[in-house]
């Protein structure tokens, strides 16, 4: 039997997050988009303090078209 990385492991969560360029925009109507703000905010390991990635900071405006999107999927 062969096992996989340990779940303690973050090798496998550091190597998604380059590939992601450790940045994330909103997922809206099947697309990333950027903040209509254009402000993110870092997001951190709480252990380590280590920088893991900028996440999209919403605003009123990237609520409203995801609401409506998701609205207009059902």
Do not use: N
């Not at 090798?11 to 988009?33: C, D, N, P, S």
């Amino acid at each position: 039997m062969e096992y996989g990385p340990a779940p303690e492991s973050a090798t496998v969560a550091k190597t998604w997050l380059k590939q992601h360029q450790h940045k994330f925009r909103h997922f809206i109507a099947g697309e990333w988009a950027a903040p209509t703000s254009r402000k993110y905010f870092d997001s951190t390991d709480p252990c380590t303090k280590e920088f893991l990635a900028k996440i999209a900071q919403g605003s009123t405006r990237d609520v409203d078209k995801a609401v409506k999107s998701a609205t207009a999927a059902t």
